[in-house]
């Protein structure tokens, strides 16, 4: 069961157990984590669910493409390393994994 | 006194949404989430597509885990409200127990309009609203080989794609003259009667239904309107829903097609209010009408601002509507209510599938529908969620993008 850290904008650090092959943003919704709303339930309809891969993880993931690149470009301080984390699926090898959230989801 | 309980009757993405964000405002009174449906409290638009196709599966239609409910202290209650004693603040449950409340959150939602033709209690028809539902239909779908569908709304259209998908021969009757009429432009209508017919699927408009024959107690054909007969093993409906109102109305809440509320979403009942497609509120976005929404959007966001209500934040209800539909490889967003639209620009381009259409009324820019352009989403829910106005013309100038605009009108 991979751990993966969320960090809130403020600070606050959410350490949560996922399940392999869980969405990182379904992970974030079960433990509670505030601030990752996913309102949409993981369709990649609302873009509320953005988050940055820590750097030290970041060419660990193919990059975002078709309607995720699309609506990652005009979402609220976009970054190279940019995610909705409905669309990363939890794999085993992502223990350690650390997404930090942005100020705003919309 | 300060507010000690919340009672939430249903269990949907409302009333869910209400018990959540009570919590993380801080409320510390007793939250009990009534759910008239087994299980655990789930998220119904994969019902009608990627859960009936197989693509995820029902943990992964969950809100939330069992152990958060507990951690949360939010109790799951699995029965139903036979009646509100607004009298004692009390709700009667069919169980007999009864439940005391501070505050009654109303989150009934809504359930399907009945197919009323002959036959229309055969087998093998079905309407797609639960998980029991989809369950159901999800083998059966696999297997027909002719399938109709009855409403060619948002539902609709999504089992259609569905059913043509899994291979079978699908028809759709509609009594109106093009696809999601009520929902969408004419243009965005043509693009999804193009891209359904692409894959096979074959439209009735102008045609409604007049009678379910069976055999051994399943549907075997359907009878349309004029007087057609087309083989059918299996039958889906999607021609609207009706408001779950009966609570209400027999506890003697102001009803208008739906539970009345105020901007507050408070009903006629100081300690109750209503929300999500259940709630008839003065839509900003719809010139203060009484209007009933029934979207994941509308249902969350007026979740969030009951909770922050009920902590002591009041604030009205003004969120900006939006929609999305996955239709085979179409995927619909809209934001915004096109009602009383009457001038269209539209961007991008109908045979690639991918355009957006900008609705104005007038001068005024009140709805984006974007298929398969979901960064024009995006903006679209900015540009809408604040002035300044983006004007037809504006829109219609050439190589105009949102993007730009957004950037070079940002307040």
Redesign the interface.
Known sequence: MPTITFIEHNGTRHEVHAEVG?SAM?AA????V?GI?G?????????SCHAYVDDAWAGRFAPAEG?EY??L???VERQPTSRLTCQLVVGADMDGLTLRLPAVQ? | MSLDSVVIVGAGHGGVQVA?SLR?EGFGGRIVLVNDEPGLPY?R??LSK?YLLGK?NA???????ET?YA??RIELVHDRVAAIDRQNRRVMLDSGSALDFGHLVLATGAHNRPLNVPGSTLGGIFGIKTKADADFLSPLVKQARNVVVIGAGFIGLEFAAVAAAEGAAVEVLELGDRPMARAVSPQMSELFRAAHQGCGVKFNFRTGLAELEGEDGKVSAVTTSDGRRLPAELVVYGIGVIPNVQLALEAGLDIDNGIRVNSSLLTSDPHISALGDVAAFPCVQNGENLTRLES??NA?DQGKLIAARLVGKPAPYTALP?F?T?QGNL?L?IAGLSIGADNYVTLGDAAAQQLSVLCFRGEELIAVESC????D???A??ILARPPALTPAAAAAPDFDL?AWEAANRP
């Open positions: 869980q379904q919704t079960f433990a509670g505030p709303p309102d949409c339930g993981g369709a990649c309809a609302c873009a309607t699309d609506m470009e005009n979402v919309f | 959540i993380q998220q638009p994969p990627a995820i943990t992964a239609m969950l809100f939330r885990p958060f951690d949360q994941v959007q969350v939006w999305w996955d995927k967003q398969n352009r979901p960064g989403h995006v903006f829910r900015k993007k």
